[in-house]
């Protein structure tokens, strides 16, 4: 297969976040999300004080004391570490800020549930949500890379071959399982009756699947794949999902529709944060390391710089707000959802993404050179 420069230079970015990504730890539980939402097993509590302070001088400042804000994030890694300093950096402007890590719902849910306020989570949530009803818009990205691949069998050579195959994923509603059903129809094949989907759990669980010959092949993270790699010879790598959707926001800050229009100063102030985070990303290799390595435990100095370095080569912390998220680019997902019946009818783009907090935090000079 044949890969372009951005897209090897994105797997090679991804491949190393596996020495800098690790469970987030710490912390109690908290509450059971209401009757209706996700189970409270579902979510975990996030030790907040394993977050460094921002350091950042100068530049806009909003006054947040007061306000109290629930968020929900994957765990920390080195690519999303944007999403912990912005949510520091509320902090750091008087609200009081709780992360929770989610590990068996979606953000959507645990946001319609009242578990929470905001969430950091694939943009693909976001138009599911609408889709059923939800009025969720996206105002930001944490950073933005499709960091899927397709891994089976040493004998499936590549996405045709997977006719007939047994073929792991999340859930039909999962991200894994949307990238999955596309790259099969990109392939001629009937996503509906070509394979046998099977629900196994999150990237880890379907890693672990993998290895014990429960399915065939499965969608994980890059990541999870350079594990498996280094433990078994018996699979190969099929697919790049990077190439089937290029140029989709991969991750977004969202809330209910209402949130925003009850707290816009908030939405103002995290997108100052997003544009003051990727700021700071791309000012500092030695911060970005040093960041990194006090937040994700495990983590290792050679991995933390890799990412960084092949981070800035495919753009993923852009200070520019029409690129943070790329109005264009979720469209571009939309259209794949419709295409592979993730969605039945067309979601407006522009009716669940709202740049214009971006754009007033970027006139405020927030994300500028000097005032991250």
């Not at 596996?18 to 030790?47: E, I, K, S, Y």
Request: one cysteine or more.
């Amino acid at each position: 297969m044949s890969l372009s420069p951005s897209v090897r230079r994105l797997a090679l970015l991804c491949t190393a976040t596996l020495l800098a990504t690790a469970c987030a730890g710490g912390g109690g539980q908290r509450p059971a999300v209401p009757a209706g939402g996700a189970a409270g097993g579902a979510l975990q509590a996030f030790d907040q004080n394993a977050i460094p302070a921002t350091g950042v001088q100068g530049g806009p400042t909003f006054d947040l004391s007061g306000v109290r804000i629930v968020v929900t994030t994957p765990a920390p890694g080195a690519i999303n570490m944007g999403t912990f300093f912005a949510y520091k950096r509320l902090e750091e402007w008087g609200a009081d800020v709780e992360i929770v890590v989610i590990t068996t719902t979606s953000g959507v849910q645990t946001l319609v549930a009242g578990g929470a306020d905001i969430a950091s989570q694939g943009t693909d949530e976001v138009i599911l949500g609408a889709a059923e009803g939800a009025r969720m818009v996206a105002i930001g990205a944490p950073y933005a890379a499709v960091d899927y691949v397709m891994v089976g069998r040493r004998d499936i050579a590549d996405v045709a071959a997977l006719r007939g195959r047994v073929v792991g994923m999340s859930g039909p509603s999962g991200f894994d399982a949307l990238l999955t059903r596309l790259a099969l129809e990109q392939h001629g094949m009937d996503s509906n009756g070509d394979v046998n989907f099977v629900q196994i759990g999150g990237s880890p669980d379907r890693a672990a699947a993998l290895l014990s010959g429960q399915v065939d092949a499965a969608t994980i993270f890059l990541e999870d794949w350079e594990e498996l790699s280094r433990r078994t010879d018996q699979l190969g790598l099929i697919h790049y999902m990077a190439e089937t959707v290029p140029g989709i926001p991969s991750s977004a800050f969202f809330a209910q529709e209402s949130y925003w229009a009850e707290n816009r100063q908030v939405g103002v102030a995290l997108a100052c944060a997003n544009l003051q985070a990727n700021a700071w990303i791309n000012a500092s290799e030695h911060g970005f390391v040093d960041y990194v390595l006090r937040v994700v435990p495990g983590s290792t100095e050679e991995a933390a710089r890799a990412i960084y370095r092949s981070g800035r080569e495919v753009d993923m912390w852009p200070t520019d707000p029409e690129r943070v998220f790329s109005v264009a680019g979720l469209g571009g997902l939309v259209d794949a959802m419709l295409q592979t019946g993730e969605i039945s009818s067309r979601v407006e783009p522009g009716t669940i993404a709202d740049t214009s907090f971006l754009r007033e935090a970027a006139d405020m000079g927030c994300g500028q050179a000097g005032s991250a």
